[in-house]
């Protein structure tokens, strides 16, 4: 199994922790979508990706077949369904409702409005203020929402004691949101979750600065120059 | 059952074709999301929806206790579990993730960037040229995958001749795109796949202007004044 990834795409990050928790190996193959690089546009990613976007999740089926799924939460819910220990959704069909709704709040509340094309045409259009504006609205209202709907449960997670799928969309948008310099201190519930699921090997393995493709900590800007976790 | 609704809004729609492919009668609640009127910034809304968007699904449970679902891929993975008849995804789970691969395209690759928040801020910004630029390309990039993705499927609708979640988000995209006057020549299978759609009630039923909302056929501007189909 193949996954197209980016060290610091919030999708492909939902991605690798559901990879890491079901134990399932794979080969990480980085596509550098930053602005400088743009390895998306490159004539044979098309291919690969019509939209020209990660994570791709690529693999061999049964009959030899070369198989291709996008889409974070496609991806995820096949995994969960292919591979079904541990499971990200719980049993019962409201249950499961409230981490789908969740899921979506920033899976399309919050991540398309804040990833970097959007934000590129704001900036042009409308200049840096403008754009951070935007970005810092679209996640401190999405974080709002999501803060509320995890303090209505009980748990370390999101919604009980073992992390769901909520839980792999929330921790990618905290680190977004951190990397954007949003200040996170309205949301303690949601930092909660986060210091829960860092604990895990499997969210720890996930995360960017751990990847193949990201920069050693001494090239990064101070901002970002956090220490490697001990573990 | 409640459905909170505005009649153009496409998240909307996809419920209401939802409820009315597994027979679910439910009550029409309008929300006027229009600028003009913004009822979705009344007080009381905030209750109903933290992010004061449309759909909400609203009902008692059997212990009698209220309970509101949001987010449109939410609310119809939890009316296909409820109900399961007629089914809205396939059994095999990667025939399940090719439907929701579509499904997302829609969901968070093209829905948020061309509502209407989106919009009206790129028209405060960069003015209505860049709106209309920025709205083209997200839904025509967006048709563009989508039609790819439906011609290697056979059968009337997106996958089989059964209409599926994929169809759900398909009809409502396609009546968005038409009202921003975007030419859809280039997407013939995906127009196909709507005839097949709106040849069901199900799909009549829950089109914008047949819902309690929308205003009558002589008031509309021309480009939408389009005969009420005779069913």
Chains 1, 2 share one sequence.
């Not at 996008?70 to 591979?83: G, N």
């Not at 959704?89 to 979506?104: D, F, G, K, S, T």
């Not at 009980?154 to 949003?182: K, T």
């Not at 860092?198 to 120059?225: K, M, T, Y």
Request: net charge neutral.
């Amino acid at each position: 199994m193949k996954l197209y990834s980016y060290f610091r795409s919030s999708s492909s990050y939902r991605v690798r922790i559901a990879l890491a928790l079901k134990g399932i190996r794979y080969e990480y193959v980085p596509v550098d979508i930053s602005p400088a690089v743009q390895a998306q546009r490159a004539v044979g990613y098309g291919e690969i990706h019509p939209l020209r976007q990660v994570p791709v999740l690529e693999w061999h089926d049964a009959s030899g077949r070369e198989q291709r799924l996008t889409q974070s939460v496609a991806i995820l819910e096949y995994l969960d369904e292919r591979w079904p220990t541990p499971p990200l959704l719980p049993h019962e069909p409201l249950e499961r409702a409230r981490i789908r709704e969740a899921v979506e709040i920033v899976n399309s509340g919050i991540q398309p409005l804040q990833n970097s094309k959007t934000l590129a045409l704001l900036r042009t259009v409308g200049g840096t203020e403008v754009e951070e504006c935007w970005r810092r609205e679209v996640i401190e209202q999405g974080l709002s929402a999501l803060e509320s709907l995890a303090r209505a449960n009980r748990g370390a997670f999101f919604s009980g004691d073992m992390p769901l799928l909520a839980d792999l969309f929330i921790v990618p948008q905290l680190y977004n949101a951190r990397r954007f310099g949003i200040d996170l201190a309205a949301f303690p519930r949601l930092l909660a979750i986060e210091v829960a699921a860092l604990a895990l090997d499997a969210f720890r393995l996930a995360q960017p600065e751990r990847q193949p493709d990201a920069p050693p900590v001494e090239a990064r800007p101070p901002s970002e120059a956090w220490p490697r976790s001990k573990s």
